[in-house]
């Protein structure tokens, strides 16, 4: 029987999501297993999920999803190559999925595998080098460097999912146990990424600014029983999360550190740290910093995940690196049987109890440890700070249904 695997944020999920599940299932069987590997209490773009990590897993169970494993802070927060290389060594690692399953905006699968091969090629890296030499920003330059070099499927890297699914392919083949994993990409639906438009398939970047407004229309794009979840944590106090309610904190933070500080959260060691510095001191907020420190060759998004990493005293994870343990976020009846399956296949330890992190090995350890701190400062950010519970981590056993 297939089990597919889906990486993926559902921040929050909604009927895009639903609509992948039973689109996933039509073509692969109705019986399918889904194992969803979800970013944790951080996401890609360098910001706090709108819900925290546990609230996610019980929406996405209680809308078809089976088991949630957690992706780590250091591969959630990331560029979009160890984002992809992170989830699948997470889903390669289970020894129980068979597909990898995810959204593109061209629905090639074709295309996006020539963009992926043309990347690891011999040619590609000197290309790249000259033309970032001529000041182009480096989307730009690698996607001049793919058409000229394949011709097809180039523009796979000008839109967002399409861009992640090369990534998916790349991993595939670069990480130990995943090329046994079939990739199937469906062609998404609805609005595009992080378009502002709301509809019965209206983004997560919608829905969050809807929430985030206390407009009550975002429920019209999300599933019933997501929905609820949702409301049960904005009446708990807990929801929405925005990083916008820690902005003191972050602030504080920022401006206590030195220059020198930086370096290790700049990512691409082009001496960006300079630059973000120099915006600290000028800024009255966060968003007048990120603005001070734009350029077209220094992404918003690069800028988010370098102040975030900063705040956190995240060291950005290095490309080859894979999590060193899978941990269970929730499953229902059906991932309970993946678990038991899992306990004689996964080639990783699969952590149920946050207790039993703590018995791993040294770097297992220290990235539950760090997992821990993140958690106590997302909580800061909880609209009600009676809610912010310190050690909360260690303390949450995974949603099971």
Same mark, same amino acid.
């Given at each position: 029987?297939?089990?597919?695997?889906?990486?993926?944020?559902?921040?929050?999920?909604?009927?895009?999501? &639903?609509?992948?599940?039973?689109? @996933?299932?039509?073509?692969?069987?109705?019986? #399918?297993?889904?194992?969803?590997?979800?970013?944790?209490?951080?996401?890609?773009?360098?910001?706090? &999920?709108?819900? $925290?990590?546990?609230?996610?897993?019980?929406?996405?169970?209680?809308?078809?999803?089976?088991?949630?494993?957690?992706?780590?802070?250091?591969?959630? /927060?990331?560029?979009?190559?160890?984002?992809?290389?992170?989830?699948? &060594?997470?889903?390669?690692?289970?020894?129980?999925?068979?597909?990898? !399953?995810?959204?593109?905006?061209?629905?090639?699968?074709?295309?996006?595998?020539?963009?992926?091969? /043309?990347?690891?090629?011999?040619?590609?890296?000197?290309?790249?080098?000259? @033309?970032?030499?001529? =000041?182009?920003?480096?989307?730009?330059?690698?996607?001049?460097? !793919?058409?000229?070099?394949?011709?097809?499927?180039?523009?796979?890297?000008?839109?967002?999912?399409?861009?992640?699914?090369?990534?998916?392919?790349?991993?595939?083949?670069?990480?130990?146990?995943?090329?046994?994993?079939?990739?199937? #990409?469906?062609?998404?639906?609805?609005?595009?990424?992080?378009?502002?438009?709301?509809?019965?398939?209206?983004?997560?970047?919608?829905?969050? =600014?809807?929430?985030?407004?206390? $407009?009550?229309?975002?429920?019209?794009?999300?599933?019933?029983?997501?929905? =609820?979840?949702?409301?049960?944590?904005?009446?708990?106090?807990?929801?929405?999360?925005?990083?916008?309610?820690?902005?003191?904190?972050?602030?504080?933070?920022?401006?206590?550190?030195?220059?020198?500080?930086?370096?290790?959260?700049?990512?691409?060691?082009?001496?960006?740290?300079?630059?973000?510095?120099? &915006?600290?001191?000028?800024?009255?907020?966060?968003?007048?910093?990120?603005?001070?420190?734009?350029?077209?060759?220094? #992404?918003?998004?690069?800028?988010?995940?370098?102040?975030?990493?900063?705040?956190?005293?995240?060291?950005?994870?290095?490309?080859?690196?894979?999590?060193?343990?899978?941990?269970?976020?929730?499953? $229902?009846?059906?991932?309970?049987?993946?678990?038991?399956?899992?306990?004689? #296949?996964?080639?990783?330890?699969?952590?149920?109890?946050?207790?039993?992190?703590?018995?791993?090995?040294?770097?297992?350890?220290?990235?539950?440890?760090?997992?821990?701190?993140?958690?106590? @400062?997302?909580?800061?950010?909880?609209?009600?700070?009676?809610?912010?519970?310190?050690?909360?981590? /260690?303390?949450?056993?995974?949603?099971?249904?």
């Amino acid at each position: 029987m297939a089990v597919a695997g889906i990486i993926a944020e559902y921040n929050p999920f909604h009927r895009g999501h &639903a609509w992948q599940l039973s689109a @996933l299932r039509g073509q692969l069987g109705p019986d #399918t297993d889904v194992v969803a590997v979800m970013s944790g209490n951080y996401v890609q773009r360098g910001d706090l &999920a709108v819900l $925290d990590k546990h609230a996610r897993a019980e929406a996405a169970l209680r809308c078809g999803v089976n088991l949630v494993l957690e992706l780590p802070t250091p591969w959630a /927060c990331a560029t979009a190559e160890r984002f992809a290389r992170g989830g699948v &060594a997470v889903l390669a690692a289970t020894g129980v999925a068979t597909h990898l !399953v995810f959204g593109s905006e061209c629905g090639d699968l074709d295309a996006l595998w020539s963009a992926a091969l /043309c990347l690891d090629g011999e040619a590609y890296p000197l290309l790249l080098r000259q @033309l970032l030499a001529t =000041g182009m920003t480096f989307a730009a330059a690698r996607q001049e460097a !793919v058409g000229r070099l394949a011709g097809s499927g180039a523009q796979c890297l000008e839109r967002p999912n399409d861009n992640l699914a090369v990534e998916y392919l790349r991993a595939l083949a670069r990480v130990e146990g995943a090329s046994e994993l079939e990739p199937v #990409t469906f062609q998404r639906v609805g609005a595009a990424h992080d378009s502002p438009e709301a509809g019965a398939y209206a983004s997560a970047s919608s829905i969050r =600014g809807r929430l985030l407004a206390g $407009d009550g229309s975002w429920r019209d794009s999300m599933p019933a029983e997501a929905a =609820g979840v949702v409301d049960r944590e904005i009446a708990a106090g807990r929801a929405p999360v925005s990083l916008s309610l820690c902005e003191r904190a972050v602030l504080s933070r920022l401006r206590s550190m030195a220059e020198e500080d930086f370096a290790p959260y700049d990512g691409g060691g082009e001496g960006l740290y300079h630059r973000f510095y120099n &915006a600290v001191a000028r800024g009255r907020g966060l968003e007048e910093i990120l603005e001070a420190a734009k350029t077209r060759r220094y #992404t918003l998004a690069r800028l988010r995940r370098m102040l975030l990493h900063s705040y956190l005293g995240l060291r950005p994870a290095r490309a080859e690196e894979a999590p060193p343990y899978l941990r269970v976020l929730g499953a $229902d009846q059906r991932g309970r049987k993946l678990l038991r399956r899992m306990a004689k #296949t996964a080639s990783l330890p699969v952590v149920t109890r946050p207790a039993s992190a703590r018995l791993l090995g040294d770097r297992a350890r220290a990235l539950f440890d760090l997992e821990v701190r993140c958690t106590d @400062l997302y909580t800061l950010a909880y609209p009600q700070l009676s809610q912010s519970i310190p050690g909360s981590e /260690c303390l949450r056993g995974p949603v099971m249904l």
